[in-house]
Structure formats: C-alpha cells, structure tokens
Nanobody, 122 residues
Framework: VQLQASGGGLAQAGGSLRLSCAASGRTFSSLSMGWFRQAPGKEREFVGAIRWSSGRTYYADSVKGRFTISRDNDRNTVYLQMNSLKPEDTAVYYC????????????????WGRGTQVTVSS
C-alpha cells in the first residue's frame, strides 16, 4: 500500500487546514486509516483514526472537537479536517493504514506515508 499525504502548510491560530491521504495498491475499504503527528523534539503521537468496518472514529483528547476524520472509499482517500488550529498543533502529520484492530497505537499500523508539514502561527 502506498500512501501520499498532502494539504499541509501554514495557518494562523484559529484557522483551518484539511489534510488528504490518497492510498493505492490494496483495497482501501478494508483498511482502517489513522493520522499521527510528530513535533520537533517530541515523539510521534496519535491524532485520530477511522475504522474500516464501522466507520467509527477515534481522536486524541488534544484534538477532540477540533479535528474530524472522514474517508471516501470511492476516491481511496482519507481526510483530516483541522479547525481551530493552535500553535501546539505544529508538527509533521503522517497518515497510516492498518489491517488490524489496534488503531490508536502506531504499532498497529502496517503502512505509512511520508509526512506533510503543518505550521500554525500565533
């Protein structure tokens, strides 16, 4: 599975960005998809995920109510809508695909895309 994330960039605090992650190489609809991020000097952390079977979504407490994950199986794409951005959201964001059930931990993912930089200015 190849994953290509896009949509990162510079935003002001309180603004919005939408990240996209296009998948190819395997039946997308059978994969759960997740987003992670890594800020400079910090470990990679879970942001959110969407389960392939039920469409149920999961979010880190730090983004709950501000970020929304969705997927379009026809386009083999998962989205991360980020609203009310904060400077602490600044990080490289990675999308990942999982064929398993543990989708709130990075070790539960089989495939990773290259990251896209998100920078939020105050």
């Amino acid at each position: 599975v190849q994953l290509q994330a896009s949509g990162g960039g510079l935003a002001q605090a309180g603004g919005s960005l939408r990240l996209s992650c296009a998948a190819s190489g395997r039946t997308f609809s059978s994969l759960s998809m997740g987003w992670f991020r890594q800020a400079p000097g910090k470990e990679r952390e879970f942001v959110g995920a969407i389960r392939w079977s039920s469409g149920r979504t999961y979010y880190a407490d730090s983004v709950k109510g501000r970020f929304t994950i969705s997927r379009d199986n026809d386009r083999n794409t998962v989205y991360l809508q980020m609203n009310s951005l904060k400077p602490e959201d600044t990080a490289v964001y990675y999308c990942a695909a999982s064929a398993g059930v543990r989708i709130t931990e990075d070790w539960g993912y089989n495939y990773w895309g290259r990251g896209t930089q998100v920078t939020v200015s105050s």
